[in-house]
């Protein structure tokens, strides 16, 4: 059983940056894929970016790619993401995800995710 706990949101200017942390327990000894979702209002659950955590192979979606980096420090049992130059469009709750690996032609989708965070919302204003 993975359990996942999303810390770091809050309220930022455009341009601004912040870090998420995800708390994860349970996934060592196994090849999960984890990372990141966001869901803005109205809009569908978005796969950002993931980590194979036995290859360390990470992966990231289009839409973020070069501003956001996601990193797993086994050490701390902690997924992070860090968003950079951000914009009033990445306003949304982030979400923490594990699952079986399963990033495939460029994205990762919500139903192959198996374990969720409980999400954390992102405010960039402009």
């Known amino acids: 059983q993975v359990q996942l706990v999303e810390s770091g949101g809050g309220s930022v200017q455009a341009g601004g940056s912040l870090r998420l942390s995800c708390a994860a327990s349970g996934y060592t000894g196994s090849n999960y894929c984890m990372g990141w979702f966001r869901q803005a209002p109205g809009k569908e659950r978005e796969g950002l970016a993931a980590?194979?955590?036995?290859?360390?192979?990470?992966y990231y979606a289009d839409t973020i790619l070069g501003r956001f980096t996601i990193s797993l420090d086994n050490a701390k049992n902690t997924l992070y993401l860090q968003m950079n130059s951000l914009t009033p469009e990445d306003t949304a709750m982030y979400y923490c995800?594990?699952?079986?690996?399963?990033?495939?032609?460029?994205?990762?989708?919500?139903?192959?995710?198996?374990?969720w965070g409980q999400g954390t919302q992102v405010t960039v204003s402009s």
């Open positions: 980590i194979y955590t036995i290859s360390g192979s990470t």
């Open positions: 995800a594990a699952g079986p690996p399963a990033w495939y032609g460029g994205s990762w989708q919500p139903q192959n995710v198996r374990y």
